[in-house]
């Protein structure tokens, strides 16, 4: 499930949800957030509870995903370290 998470493929994380017992990490929404998969996010939010770490932000903002970091702030308690902003500055996401 980490992998389709990681690449955005939300027929393919749903068919596992509901077919397979492997379950996913919270990588699943980390990575979905680093790559900018915002209706994964939003599906494992609502549909899965391993939940997230501070690298799901901090990926996010890296990558100039706004939506993702806002939405993960609003919704989410974990976080993020320095790097979020560091990074994403460097990158010259600035908004």
Known sequence: ????A????LNVL???HKNREEGCTT???DL??????FNVVLWLHCN???????AAIDGAASNG???VVSWLKEHRS????AAAMLNAASKGFLE
């Open 48 to 54: 899965r509870e391993e939940g997230c770490t501070f």
């Open 27 to 29: 990588s699943a929404m």
């Open 65 to 67: 995903f706004l939506l």
């Open 14 to 16: 749903k068919w596992l």
């Open 32 to 37: 979905a957030a680093q790559n900018g998969h």
């Open 1 to 4: 499930m980490d992998g389709a």
């Open 78 to 81: 974990e976080g993020c370290t």
């Open 6 to 9: 990681m690449n955005g493929h």
